[in-house]
């Protein structure tokens, strides 16, 4: 079940002020006179969304560049603390994801969840959005709350070609690693996991899956 944050189509919020109510209508002309006539962008409707967290939220790239240039603050949170990239990275819009990186959103930013936004993406099977963030140095190890890896995401949610981005992700990262030495460390980490219940790290479990497909069977009968 997804943590009820992103869950937003389900939720009907008010709307605070002239620019709410701009990108909401889709008014690009209204969202510009909202904006001369200086509504403030940083109000917060009930989901505690800033105007360009809605423009993010509805894939409205066009105003999120308004808001943007206009000098909104690009890192703020809402009641759930997720920022506008979590919302467009479970949206799934790829260029909005861009332009909010490359106006400075913090890529590693976690929710009440502890949710990245690639925690967000992953679950919802966007890969191109996935390759965004990846590029952009987003850590596909980050675990949330519940010690879950965006891989763990894509796979429990069916999205294979999202959880093939992030195994291929994660094995290139071993590209350095003696196999033996990865699969060892893997071995061990699902001993500790069986005898106290704790969560492998991404890495480990990249390295297993790795170990599993070049057929080091030894590992796996360890298991």
Known sequence: MFPALFITTLVVSSVPNAL??????DDFEALQAAIKSGAS?????????TVLMRAADDGALDAAKMLLAAGVLVNARDNSKATALHLASEGGFTELVQL???QGAEIE???QFEWTPLHAAASRGHTEVLN??????????ATDEDGKTPLVWAASQGHEA???VL???SMSKLA???????STGAAASYSEEASGGKALRADEEAAFMAASMMGKEQVKNEL
Do not use: C
């Open 20 to 25: 709410h109510d701009a990108v909401v209508s």
């Open 41 to 49: 962008p940083e109000d917060q409707d009930a989901l505690g969304y």
């Open 100 to 102: 909010l990186i490359d």
């Open 109 to 111: 930013a976690t929710d």
């Open 132 to 141: 965004t963030l990846l590029a952009a140095g987003a850590n596909a190890a």
């Open 162 to 164: 999202a959880a093939g």
């Open 167 to 169: 195994d291929s992700h």
């Open 176 to 182: 350095g690693r003696p196999l033996d030495e990865a």
